[in-house]
Nanobody, 115 residues
Framework: QVQLVESGGGLVQPGGSLRLSCAASGSISGFNVMGWYRQAPEKQRELVAR???????NYADSVEGRFTISRDNAKNTVYLQMNSLKPEDTAVYYC?????????WGQGIQVTVSS
């Protein structure tokens, strides 16, 4: 089983930036995919971005060009750099880990974009 601990959320003004981090521990496979999902009130959870252990990435259209996902495999940590934040980016952000053995979610972290 893999445990995920997220950090870096908070309140930011529109146009601002935040960086989320997610550290994984436990039975981590050499081949895995880590990513970020988000869920706004009364909406379904949606993919924001994900990155494979190989380094390949994909992004939701709504964040392409504004958000950047990266990872440090030595630290088993994934990052989400969020720039040009908009009020519609407000949500609880969840870290995600997947490999052949299974799937794990982080506890979620609040990101609020408001003036």
């Amino acid at each position: 089983q893999v445990q995920l601990v997220e950090s870096g959320g908070g309140l930011v003004q529109p146009g601002g930036s935040l960086r989320l981090s997610c550290a994984a521990s436990g039975s981590i496979s050499g081949f895995n995919v880590m990513g970020w999902y988000r869920q706004a009130p009364e909406k379904q959870r949606e993919l924001v971005a994900r990155i494979a252990s190989s380094g390949s990435t994909n992004y939701a259209d709504s964040v392409e060009g504004r958000f950047t996902i990266s990872r440090d495999n030595a630290k088993n940590t994934v990052y989400l750099q969020m720039n040009s934040l908009k009020p519609e980016d407000t949500a609880v952000y969840y870290c995600d880990y997947s490999d052949r053995a299974g799937h794990s979610w982080g506890q979620g972290i609040q990101v609020t974009v408001s003036s």
